[in-house]
Antibody, heavy 118, light 108 residues
Framework: EVQLVESGGGLAQPGKSLRLSCTAS????????MGWVRQAPGKGLEWVAH????????YYVDSVEGRFTTSRDNARNSLYLDLNSLRAEDTAVYYC???????????WGQGTLVTVSS | EVVMTQSPATLSVSPGESATLSCRAS??????LAWYQHKPGQAPRLIVR???TRATGCPARFSGSGSGTEFTLTISYLQSEDFAVYYC??????????FGQGTKVEMK
């Protein structure tokens, strides 16, 4: 059974940093693109970052480019999202997602809440 | 940039009835379109990919159609577990994926 379990969310002050982690199981992690999707309170879904199988190519939505960094450790079946220079508008539930063939999101984690507030 | 627009924002339906949700793309995305179901406090779930192919485990009462710029998700004979928010998402202009703003299907 495919499982994606996020951790690392919490309260952070504006300008500060957080690191989110996602532990994957039930599939060969290194065979799949992975990514992060978020949902701000009362808003819809927004893709945040994608990372290719070997971690050599990464893509970010414009609003987080230069502030967020995604990475992966295929030996540990883990995906990471470093959130730097946090802003109030980064407040959201962040979902770890698996991409099928680099296209749609076929599996989602339960999400971890990030709250940015002073 | 492709913009996805869903309508209506909210759909009030009685159990046993059908629901038709629309998704429009600002330019053609072919059949590179997925639909997701999202219930409060739960992980979103893929229900349709390739515009019309049901995901594994998705009940047959869910039906996706369309291509190019116009897409439809039809839920026949709505069950209580189908009340949720539904999002469309294109994956045509790699890597600039985009979601629609969602349609909430609520009980009438």
């Amino acid at each position: 059974e495919v499982q994606l379990v996020e951790s690392g969310g919490g309260l952070a002050q504006p300008g500060k940093s957080l690191r989110l982690s996602c532990t994957a199981s039930g599939f060969i992690f290194s065979d799949f693109w992975m990514g992060w999707v978020r949902q701000a309170p009362g808003k819809g879904l927004e893709w945040v970052a994608h990372i290719k199988k070997r971690g050599d190519d990464k893509y970010y939505v414009d609003s987080v480019e230069g502030r967020f960094t995604t990475s992966r450790d295929n030996a540990r079946n883990s995906l990471y999202l470093d959130l730097n220079s946090l802003r109030a508008e980064d407040t959201a539930v962040y979902y770890c997602v698996r991409l099928w063939d680099g296209d749609y999101y076929d599996y989602w984690g339960q999400g971890t809440l990030v709250t940015v507030s002073s | 940039e492709v913009v996805m627009t869903q309508s209506p924002a909210t759909l009030s339906v009685s159990p046993g009835e059908s629901a038709t949700l629309s998704c429009r793309a600002s330019q053609s995305v072919g059949t590179n379109l997925a639909w997701y179901q999202h219930k409060p406090g739960q992980a979103p779930r893929l229900i349709v990919r390739g515009a019309s192919t049901r995901a594994t485990g998705c009940p047959a009462r869910f039906s996706g159609s369309g291509s190019g710029t116009e897409f439809t998700l039809t839920i026949s004979y709505l069950q209580s577990e189908d009340f949720a928010v539904y999002y469309c998402q294109h994956y045509k202009n790699w890597p600039l994926w985009a979601f629609g703003q969602g349609t909430k299907v609520e009980m009438k």
